[in-house]
């Protein structure tokens, strides 16, 4: 089975400073990599998500992952961050199994902004 | 479309209850997916079902859950009897029958059993 790994449940930045939160995954085929954003009271919604069309995805609110096949990483980063990224972040990989689409998701990154 | 619609939104109830939380799908979507939430677990998924067929009930944590998808627009996950554990936050979600497709989500439904 395919996994993904987020490292760290928990990160703080402050306003206006990078953020990045790591995946790392394991695949045996070409993985789908997907980025979720939840915000408090809410389900998740897709940031980006990588079909191997680029290896650097854009997404929603300025965010953006690079596919690194070498690293088997997928880190989710975004130039500065603003309050309103206080959310948490989930990593998951999909792919094709016996004919029907499996997913997996990580436990998640808690992204807090210090103001 | 609406999105995923879920309800209830809150349930509270006693132990030895049963739940039932109900899902609607966006239409026209093949797979839908049941998950539970908490802080202790994360994210888990329970079942999912590709065109109203069980695929993987691998998740579903013991005989006292169950779920159904009698058609395309409508699935039940039922909890019978209800135990203090199960209080989670439980999620639907849908998506297209790819596997580059992402999963719409819906709101939740936050059980809480007394």
């Known amino acids: 089975a395919q996994s993904v790994t987020q490292l760290g449940s928990h990160v703080s930045v402050s306003e206006g400073a990078l953020v990045l939160l790591r995946c790392n995954y394991s695949s045996s085929v070409p993985p789908y990599l997907f980025w979720y954003v939840q915000y408090p009271n809410q389900g998740l919604q897709l940031l980006l998500k990588?079909?191997?069309?680029?290896?650097l995805v854009k997404g929603i609110n300025g965010f953006e992952a690079e596919f690194k096949k070498s690293e088997t990483s997928f880190h989710l980063t975004k130039p500065s961050a603003h309050m309103s990224d206080a959310a948490e972040y989930f990593c998951?990989?999909?792919?094709?199994?016996?004919?029907?689409?499996?997913?997996?998701f990580g436990i998640g990154t808690k992204l807090q902004v210090i103001p | 479309d609406a999105g995923v619609i879920q309800s209830p939104r809150h349930e509270v109830t006693e132990m030895g209850q049963e739940v039932t939380l109900r899902c609607k799908p966006i239409?026209?979507?093949?797979?839908l997916f049941w998950y539970r939430q908490t802080m202790m677990r994360g994210l888990e998924l329970l079942i999912y079902?590709?065109?109203?067929?069980?695929?993987?009930d691998s998740g579903m944590p013991e005989d006292r859950f169950s779920a159904k998808m009698p058609n395309a627009s409508f699935s039940t996950l039922k909890i019978q009897p209800s135990e203090p554990r199960d209080s989670a936050v439980y999620f639907c979600?849908?998506?297209?029958?790819?596997?580059?497709?992402?999963?719409?989500f819906g709101p939740g439904t936050r059980l809480t059993v007394l």
């Open positions: 998951a990989v999909s792919w094709n199994s016996g004919g029907y689409q499996k997913v997996t």
């Open positions: 079902f590709n065109n109203n067929v069980p695929i993987d």
């Open positions: 990588y079909t191997s069309a680029a290896t």
């Open positions: 979600a849908s998506s297209l029958d790819a596997g580059d497709n992402e999963q719409f």
């Open positions: 239409s026209g979507h093949d797979y």
